[in-house]
Nanobody, 119 residues
Framework: QVQLVESGGGLVQAGGSLRLSCAAS????????MGWYRQAPGKQRELVAS???????NYAGSVKGRFTISRDNAKNTADLQMNSLKPEDTAVYYC?????????????WGQGTQVTVSS
């Protein structure tokens, strides 16, 4: 089992910045991907950004150039630096970790943290 604890959400004005942090503990495989997803009211959960244990990153088009994901493999943490925030970034943000082995993937989710961007 893997436990994920998120922190750093809050209320910010448009154009501002927030930094989200996710700390993972438990049975973490050496090969894994950590990511941030978000879900706005009435919408499906969507990928915001992800980063593999090897450092490969992937971003949603809507956040490229504004958000940066990073991780510390030694501490099993993943951060999301969000700059130039827009009201449409308002959502509950969830940390995700996927443990990976040949033919097998196990996904875990955090409880979520609210990000609200006011106009």
């Amino acid at each position: 089992q893997v436990q994920l604890v998120e922190s750093g959400g809050g209320l910010v004005q448009a154009g501002g910045s927030l930094r989200l942090s996710c700390a993972a503990s438990g049975s973490i495989f050496s090969i894994n991907t950590m990511g941030w997803y978000r879900q706005a009211p009435g919408k499906q959960r969507e990928l915001v950004a992800s980063i593999s244990s090897g450092g490969n990153t992937n971003y949603a088009g809507s956040v490229k150039g504004r958000f940066t994901i990073s991780r510390d493999n030694a501490k099993n943490t993943a951060d999301l630096q969000m700059n130039s925030l827009k009201p449409e970034d308002t959502a509950v943000y969830y940390c995700n970790l996927v443990n990976e082995r040949v033919l097998t993937r196990y996904a875990y989710w955090g409880q979520g943290t609210q990000v609200t961007v006011s106009s």
